[in-house]
């Protein structure tokens, strides 16, 4: 560790592999308890590197949210993929060369009938496809009580020539402002009944039924109606899962290291290198009120470590970000040392900086491109 320390000049998101590994262990295995397929979202981390920590689990299927990332995760052997975003009609075209260069089993997905009149159109070749069903995220799909649409759309995909319809596909995005067990249970169930119900509608028996968000897969207990999950920021958790209570702190496998740069003791404030270019500006709000952009640790013999009372990131620009610091901490910053911030969201931070340094010294570039 004292190697990685010396030799970070700049912000560096720095990866605990043992922490990252048992995230996967725990999830794959509460897919195998639950008996449903286990279909990760790797979206957050993009890495062919650690796509192959979860094949070290068994899994063989994965989801993904471009064409361009099936593409680079099916040129390292990933064959079951789905696409968890309404397919862009512009990249049709990029998606037939993906298939017929890879063979890769790809699933798509249509958001509505005047977007699934489109992709008829556009797909002359072999596809799996979901219908996106809203279950109260209300960001992109059908209805699930909309009966008509939903038997017109399955119909239709069932009796196309190029598509096969695999079923409903859900993402229960509402659950990130959740803030205890009982409330990420009701959203579940919640969200498992009008699934029930939407399957109903399409009038086809044996089709999948899939969700995916991490705060339900990580909190609940029962899969429900359920016999696929998508979960995918579980392989890193951050700051906004353990506030959630998808997990600890403890669990978090991803921290950005930063150099303290400058002290304002008149403001208790540390300025470090580190701002929404390298963490993103995503904010959490916190149960008291508070605004957030991260939590700082110290750097540790195996990682980091939290101090006694805690501290946070309060403001970021580009560059810049602002630590408040309890008056009698202060004098535990001092420039040219570093901090480390666990992220609010690791899925944007790992997007911002697209590389990774484990705790043993190793680098993980090999990114899934834009």
């Known amino acids: 560790m004292k190697n990685i320390i010396s030799g970070i000049r700049k912000p560096v998101l720095v990866l605990d592999e043992k922490k990252c590994r048992e995230n996967i262990r725990l999830m794959a295995g509460k897919a195998e308890k639950w008996g449903v397929n286990f279909r990760p979202h790797f979206k957050t981390h993009q890495s062919a590197t650690i796509g192959n920590w979860f094949r070290d689990e068994g899994v063989k299927s994965i989801t993904v949210s471009s064409v361009t990332m099936a593409s680079f995760f099916a040129g390292k052997g990933w064959s079951d993929i789905t696409i968890a975003f309404p397919l862009n009609l512009r990249e049709a075209g990029s998606l037939r060369k993906l298939i017929n260069e890879t063979g890769a089993a790809i699933n798509i997905l249509t958001s509505g009938q005047e977007h699934l009149n489109m992709v008829l159109k556009k797909v002359d070749f072999r596809a799996g496809c979901f219908i996106k069903t809203d279950t109260g995220y209300r960001r992109t799909g059908v209805d699930w009580n909309d009966k008509q649409q939903l038997m017109r759309m399955a119909y239709d995909i069932y009796n196309s020539d190029s598509l096969r319809f695999k079923g409903i596909l859900t993402h229960s995005g509402h659950s990130y402002g959740v803030r205890s067990r009982e409330e990420a249970e009701r959203i579940f169930h919640d969200s498992s009944e009008k699934m029930a119900e939407a399957g109903k509608h399409t009038g086809y028996d044996g089709i999948i039924i899939s969700t995916g968000d991490t705060p339900l897969c990580s909190m609940v207990e029962e899969p429900g109606i359920f016999n696929e999950i998508r979960p995918g920021n579980f392989v890193f958790y951050d700051l906004m899962q353990a506030e959630i209570g998808s997990c600890t702190r403890d669990q978090v496998a991803v921290a950005l290291f930063c150099p303290v740069v400058d002290r304002n003791i008149r403001r208790n404030e540390v300025l470090i290198y ?97």
């Not at 904010?283 to 540790?300: H, M, Q, Y």
């Open 274 to 370: 580190g701002g929404g270019v390298h963490l993103s500006k995503e904010v959490l709000i916190r149960k008291d009120g508070s605004t957030v952009f991260g939590e700082i640790a110290f750097p540790a013999e195996k990682g980091w470590h939290f101090p006694e009372e805690r501290i946070f990131l309060t403001r970021i620009t580009q560059e810049h970000g602002i630590i408040s610091v309890p008056g009698n901490m202060i004098n535990r910053f001092s420039p040219g040392d570093l901090v480390a911030v666990i992220p609010v969201h690791s899925c944007m931070t790992a997007d911002a900086n697209r590389k990774y340094l484990t705790l043993g010294g190793d680098e993980i570039d090999d990114f899934s491109p834009k």
